[in-house]
């Protein structure tokens, strides 16, 4: 017996907790299904499973474990994830403003904390209220382990940091996490680092460590902002300039008001200007979304290797709509790399060689539950050629709604493009056509990636995001479970995710009468 949120649920055989609780009709966040995503986390209060895989240690153990790969050795009670599961206990030491609404806040942590100047952290309040913040301090250079925030008038975390919190208090965190910090290989490299608003705070910090450990080649290190008083790391960015010859500082501004030794302008366009082959550097983005995505674009189109973008951008505390429409409204077609696809055999063979990859890969192949090879290869075809030739004749889904309920991390997302990138090169495709193909995938990165499923979005509105629906069908059907058939006007359960229907005594629903 498992007992979870109230409710009792049996589990078959060798049945997984998640296939258990669905099936029952229970609510358990899920998409990958195969241990990848993290999405179906729940905490173990009693009770003992074994897992039908090893999974990565970061989104399971102490206490927790994946529904997904999971399954019961005894009786069970679950409950949900501990918001703040590994948390660092941190107390607030001071607070220093910056600049008109940036302040600097120091934390101690009260265990030794292994980071990297750039990464992020999870801060989390008692109320289990979290947000991400980059780290703006160098280990061993600075004394206090320092994040920079931008009080937002109505910001619930924000407005705690700026000015609720006292010093004395504790609170959590989670981290670090990402790789947007500088590594001894790196050196020689010249580097190119952009960053928007605070996220220069994070990037200065990467850029301190680079030097301290002897950083000779270029750096480039590009500020941009909407009003010069935003600037406020100009007055140490221009000292460390002055005494670093391989330091090039670049404060950018879009506002009227352009300060003497700035550019005036959105600064990603003006770093490519500047930039047009990255072939050889190190990218730092950290900041707005769409500057990073901007960015990833641009660097892609210029050479620069993916494995040497590292980014950080900011996360919105309220949902975003996708954009995907806007984007696809201002494509261009590419008839150069239309015709070397041959007009469309060139695409097939390419699509047919990627996807015999993916259903193949483990980390993969489960976002295609239910999907056949062939009808992935043929909504893919219909997607690109309508792109690639002009003729826009594809009527499916957009990049959003077709992954709205898949939780894909930036990290799968690398993987997934590194397979594709390596298809296009064995095929013979031309530099310049394969840089064009992977920056209109980037494009569309923010429609892709995200950390839980979402709902549809239609007129503008994201739909509910449903889940299962008991409802008696008015034909006759066959249980997905037990493969006994469901008599029309029965009560049945269907998994809209997953596509499978279950009778009632398979989903635990009580009979009419």
Same mark, same amino acid.
């Given at each position: 017996?498992?007992?979870? +949120?109230?409710?009792?649920?049996?589990?078959?055989?060798? &049945?997984?907790?998640?296939?258990?609780?669905?099936?029952?009709?229970? *609510?358990?966040?899920?998409?990958?299904?195969?241990?990848?995503?993290?999405?179906? +986390?729940?905490?173990?209060?009693?009770?003992?499973?074994?897992?039908?895989?090893?999974?990565?240690?970061?989104?399971?153990?102490?206490?927790?474990?994946?529904?997904?790969?999971?399954?019961?050795?005894?009786?069970?009670?679950?409950?949900?994830?501990?918001?703040?599961?590994?948390?660092?206990?941190?107390?607030?030491?001071?607070?220093?403003?910056?600049?008109?609404?940036?302040?600097?806040?120091?934390?101690?942590?009260?265990?030794?904390?292994?980071?990297?100047?750039?990464?992020?952290?999870?801060?989390?309040? &008692?109320?289990?209220?979290?947000?991400?913040?980059?780290?703006?301090?160098?280990?061993?250079?600075?004394?206090?382990?320092?994040?920079?925030? #931008? %009080?937002?008038?109505?910001?619930?975390?924000?407005?705690?940091?700026?000015?609720?919190?006292?010093?004395?208090?504790?609170?959590?965190?989670?981290?670090?996490?990402?790789?947007?910090?500088?590594?001894?290989?790196?050196?020689?490299?010249?580097?190119?680092?952009?960053?928007?608003?605070?996220?220069?705070?994070?990037?200065?910090?990467?850029?301190?460590?680079?030097?301290?450990?002897?950083?000779?080649?270029?750096?480039?290190?590009?500020?941009?902002?909407?009003?010069?008083?935003?600037?406020?790391?100009?007055?140490?960015?221009?000292?460390?300039?002055?005494?670093?010859?391989?330091?090039?500082?670049?404060?950018?501004?879009?506002?009227?008001?352009?300060?003497?030794?700035?550019?005036?302008?959105?600064? *990603? =366009?003006?770093?490519?200007?500047?930039?047009?082959?990255?072939?050889?550097?190190?990218?730092? !983005?950290?900041?707005?979304?769409?500057?990073?995505?901007?960015? %990833?674009?641009? =660097?892609?189109?210029?050479?620069?290797?993916?494995?040497?973008?590292?980014?950080?951008?900011?996360?919105? =505390?309220?949902?975003?709509?996708? #954009?995907?429409?806007?984007?696809?409204?201002?494509?261009?077609?590419?008839?150069?790399?239309?015709?070397?696809?041959?007009?469309?055999?060139?695409?097939?063979?390419?699509?047919?060689?990627?996807?015999?990859?993916?259903?193949?890969?483990?980390?993969?192949?489960?976002?295609?539950?239910?999907?056949?090879?062939?009808?992935?290869?043929?909504?893919?075809?219909?997607?690109?050629?309508?792109?690639?030739?002009?003729?826009?004749?594809?009527?499916?889904?957009?990049?959003?709604?077709?992954?709205?309920?898949?939780?894909?991390?930036?990290?799968?997302?690398?993987?997934?493009?590194?397979?594709?990138? +390596?298809?296009?090169?064995?095929?013979? !495709?031309?530099?310049? !056509?394969?840089?064009?193909? !992977?920056?209109?995938?980037?494009?569309?990165?923010?429609?892709?990636?995200?950390?839980?499923? %979402?709902?549809?979005?239609?007129?503008?509105?994201? +739909?509910?995001?449903?889940?299962?629906?008991?409802?008696?069908?008015?034909?006759?059907?066959?249980?997905?479970?037990?493969?006994?058939?469901?008599?029309?006007?029965?009560?049945?359960?269907?998994?809209?995710?997953?596509?499978?229907?279950?009778?009632?005594?398979? =989903?635990?629903?009580?009979?009419?009468?």
């Amino acid at each position: 017996m498992i007992a979870y +949120q109230g409710g009792s649920y049996d589990a078959r055989p060798d &049945e997984t907790l998640l296939d258990a609780l669905l099936r029952q009709g229970a *609510v358990v966040g899920h998409s990958c299904r195969k241990g990848s995503c993290g999405c179906c +986390q729940l905490r173990l209060v009693a009770g003992e499973v074994k897992s039908v895989r090893d999974v990565d240690p970061s989104i399971a153990g102490e206490g927790h474990i994946l529904c997904c790969v999971s399954v019961p050795a005894s009786d069970l009670e679950l409950a949900g994830p501990e918001p703040g599961h590994r948390p660092v206990a941190v107390e607030l030491v001071q607070r220093v403003e910056l600049a008109d609404g940036v302040m600097a806040i120091d934390l101690a942590p009260l265990h030794a904390l292994d980071f990297r100047a750039g990464q992020h952290v999870n801060l989390i309040r &008692e109320d289990g209220l979290a947000r991400p913040y980059s780290i703006a301090s160098v280990p061993g250079e600075d004394y206090y382990f320092r994040i920079h925030v #931008r %009080r937002i008038p109505g910001g619930a975390m924000s407005e705690w940091l700026c000015g609720q919190v006292q010093a004395g208090d504790r609170f959590h965190l989670r981290g670090p996490f990402g790789d947007c910090c500088y590594r001894e290989e790196m050196r020689g490299r010249p580097l190119l680092m952009m960053a928007t608003g605070t996220g220069a705070g994070a990037l200065a910090a990467v850029l301190r460590d680079a030097l301290a450990q002897g950083h000779d080649a270029p750096i480039s290190f590009y500020h941009g902002v909407q009003r010069a008083d935003d600037l406020y790391l100009d007055t140490e960015l221009r000292a460390l300039a002055g005494r670093h010859p391989n330091l090039r500082y670049v404060p950018c501004v879009t506002g009227d008001k352009v300060p003497e030794g700035a550019r005036s302008g959105r600064i *990603v =366009a003006i770093a490519m200007a500047e930039f047009p082959s990255l072939c050889a550097h190190e990218i730092f !983005l950290c900041g707005l979304p769409r500057m990073v995505e901007e960015a %990833r674009i641009g =660097a892609t189109l210029a050479g620069a290797a993916r494995t040497r973008v590292h980014a950080d951008p900011f996360d919105f =505390a309220r949902r975003t709509l996708p #954009r995907d429409a806007e984007k696809l409204a201002g494509l261009q077609p590419d008839p150069e790399l239309w015709s070397a696809l041959e007009h469309g055999p060139g695409l097939t063979r390419i699509l047919v060689d990627f996807y015999q990859r993916v259903f193949a890969d483990g980390q993969l192949a489960p976002f295609f539950h239910n999907v056949t090879r062939e009808r992935a290869i043929q909504k893919q075809y219909e997607f690109l050629a309508s792109l690639f030739s002009g003729e826009r004749s594809y009527f499916g889904l957009n990049p959003f709604n077709a992954h709205h309920w898949m939780v894909i991390s930036d990290d799968l997302f690398d993987y997934r493009e590194a397979m594709f990138e +390596q298809v296009l090169r064995e095929h013979g !495709l031309a530099e310049e !056509l394969v840089r064009r193909w !992977l920056a209109l995938h980037e494009l569309f990165r923010a429609e892709i990636v995200k950390s839980v499923p %979402r709902g549809i979005v239609s007129a503008g509105v994201e +739909q509910a995001l449903h889940s299962h629906a008991e409802e008696c069908l008015s034909i006759d059907a066959v249980c997905d479970g037990c493969a006994r058939e469901i008599p029309a006007g029965t009560p049945s359960r269907y998994q809209y995710r997953i596509g499978s229907l279950h009778c009632s005594a398979c =989903a635990g629903i009580a009979s009419p009468g």
